[in-house]
């Protein structure tokens, strides 16, 4: 029976599937009460999650998010049923940190994650399409520097309690958000009561959903930069088939809920500064790819026991406080006396990103095995 299992997410049927619950999983959570098309994003959940724990101190965005935690959760289940949980570390742990904070930053920029790039085009944000271009791009740059050689170095097996100090860390989260304490007067821990932090589904529905996207996410090995990676490494497009049936089933379900609006200005949680939408997630492609995966993927293998995925994890979630408490996020667009004012980033965040584009760039050129 598991061996059937396994072929079958290991399948183009499979991995379609596993991307079309994703989808739908997503647009629920919006409809339940999550933010507007962002019923999942990595990026931006992690970034609620530094403002909850005291990183930042952005009042809008603080909140644990559940499914950042179930994603790893599930994951780490979905790994020890499989016998795939295999503890490994020493690939340039640093580097990786540092990739992180800059995935961040330009995440932040465009203010979502690839998911939730997804998930915007699937309401109708016309600026999601920008983004994606600006993904893409990135993604292409990574991928010339690995046909030229380029690597981080191999992992190396460790023990198995090293492999389970990021989900040790999740469960920890979890007893945070459960319980609420507050260890000193005025914080943290925070928690939001206007703006997207105090958007969110409930605790245990967000759990469920979490779990179900991670265990999916383990088996089919689903990763969004991974698809277009693999498109243009090999012409593979297997993984790519699963980001189309998130795609697909999440605007169906949208379209039922009433909860597609199409346009660029006005978007909830969005700008429309097209030029730095695509700056933003062409960083943030450049990053995933030198990094080895998308920020939903690294917290899948950090489920597995990946080490080096937990400090891309940490980097981005460090990276949100330090985007925030320099003014270096997006602000979205606004209406302002009928019109709308459109947001976009500040003098901070414009070379904010330009660096990380240096640095990541550096990354990619000097860190290459000789051919």
Same mark, same amino acid.
């Given at each position: /029976?598991?061996?059937?299992?396994?072929?079958?997410?290991?399948?183009?049927?499979?991995?379609?599937?596993?991307?079309?619950?994703?989808?739908?999983?997503?647009?629920?959570?919006?409809?339940?009460?999550?933010?507007?098309?962002?019923?999942?994003?990595?990026?931006?959940? &992690?970034?609620?999650?530094?403002?909850?724990?005291?990183?930042?101190?952005?009042?809008?965005?603080?909140?644990?998010?559940?499914?950042?935690?179930?994603?790893?959760?599930?994951?780490?289940?979905?790994?020890?049923?499989?016998?795939?949980?295999?503890?490994?570390?020493?690939?340039?742990?640093?580097?990786?940190?540092?990739?992180?904070?800059?995935?961040?930053?330009?995440?932040?920029?465009?203010?979502?994650?690839?998911?939730?790039?997804?998930?915007?085009?699937?309401?109708?944000?016309?600026?999601?399409?920008?983004?994606?271009?600006?993904?893409?791009?990135?993604?292409?740059?990574?991928?010339?520097?690995?046909?030229?050689?380029?690597?981080?170095?191999?992992?190396?097996?460790?023990?198995?309690?090293?492999?389970?100090?990021?989900?040790?860390?999740?469960?920890?989260?979890?007893?945070?958000?459960?319980?609420?304490?507050?260890?000193?007067?005025?914080?943290?821990?925070?928690?939001?009561?206007?703006?997207?932090?105090?958007?969110?589904?409930?605790?245990?529905?967000? $759990?469920?959903?979490?779990?179900?996207?991670?265990?999916?996410?383990?088996?089919?090995?689903?990763?969004? /930069?991974?698809?277009?990676?693999?498109?243009?490494?090999?012409?593979?497009?297997?993984?790519?088939?699963?980001?189309?049936?998130?795609?697909?089933?999440?605007?169906?379900?949208?379209?039922?809920?009433?909860? %597609?609006?199409?346009?660029?200005?006005?978007?909830?949680?969005?700008?429309?500064?097209?030029?730095?939408?695509?700056?933003?997630?062409?960083?943030?492609?450049?990053?995933?790819?030198?990094?080895?995966?998308?920020?939903?993927?690294?917290?899948? $293998?950090?489920?597995?026991?990946?080490?080096?995925?937990?400090?891309?994890?940490?980097?981005?979630?460090?990276?949100?406080?330090?985007?925030?408490?320099?003014?270096?996020?997006?602000?979205?667009?606004?209406?302002?006396?009928?019109?709308? &004012?459109?947001?976009?980033?500040?003098?901070?965040?414009?070379?904010?990103?330009?660096?990380?584009? %240096? %640095?990541?760039?550096?990354?990619?050129?000097?860190?290459?095995?000789?051919?």
């Amino acid at each position: /029976m598991q061996q059937r299992f396994s072929s079958f997410f290991a399948s183009r049927r499979g991995i379609l599937v596993a991307g079309a619950i994703i989808g739908v999983v997503a647009a629920l959570l919006q409809y339940l009460g999550n933010p507007p098309n962002m019923g999942v994003c990595v990026a931006c959940f &992690e970034r609620d999650m530094a403002g909850a724990l005291g990183l930042h101190r952005a009042a809008a965005v603080q909140y644990i998010r559940p499914e950042i935690i179930a994603f790893v959760l599930g994951a780490l289940g979905a790994a020890l049923v499989a016998g795939e949980f295999r503890p490994r570390a020493g690939s340039a742990p640093i580097v990786r940190f540092v990739l992180g904070m800059f995935a961040m930053v330009g995440g932040l920029a465009f203010l979502g994650c690839p998911w939730r790039a997804l998930l915007r085009l699937a309401g109708g944000d016309l600026n999601a399409v920008i983004g994606a271009a600006g993904l893409v791009l990135g993604v292409a740059a990574g991928v010339g520097f690995l046909k030229n050689g380029y690597s981080l170095g191999r992992s190396y097996r460790t023990y198995r309690g090293a492999g389970l100090i990021l989900p040790l860390l999740m469960v920890g989260l979890l007893l945070l958000v459960v319980c609420r304490p507050r260890f000193t007067p005025d914080g943290p821990i925070f928690f939001s009561t206007t703006g997207p932090g105090a958007m969110h589904a409930p605790i245990l529905l967000a $759990l469920a959903a979490g779990l179900v996207i991670g265990g999916l996410a383990q088996r089919t090995r689903f990763c969004t /930069m991974g698809s277009v990676r693999d498109v243009m490494l090999m012409g593979d497009t297997h993984l790519i088939s699963g980001v189309g049936g998130l795609l697909a089933a999440a605007f169906a379900v949208n379209l039922v809920l009433g909860q %597609v609006h199409f346009g660029f200005g006005g978007q909830p949680v969005a700008h429309s500064s097209h030029l730095w939408n695509v700056l933003g997630m062409s960083l943030s492609g450049l990053a995933y790819a030198l990094g080895g995966g998308c920020p939903g993927r690294q917290l899948i $293998l950090s489920g597995e026991g990946d080490g080096d995925a937990g400090m891309f994890v940490l980097g981005m979630i460090v990276g949100a406080g330090v985007a925030h408490n320099f003014a270096l996020a997006a602000t979205p667009d606004r209406i302002v006396g009928g019109a709308i &004012e459109v947001g976009g980033l500040g003098p901070a965040g414009m070379v904010a990103v330009v660096l990380g584009l %240096v %640095v990541c760039l550096a990354v990619g050129f000097t860190m290459r095995e000789k051919l």
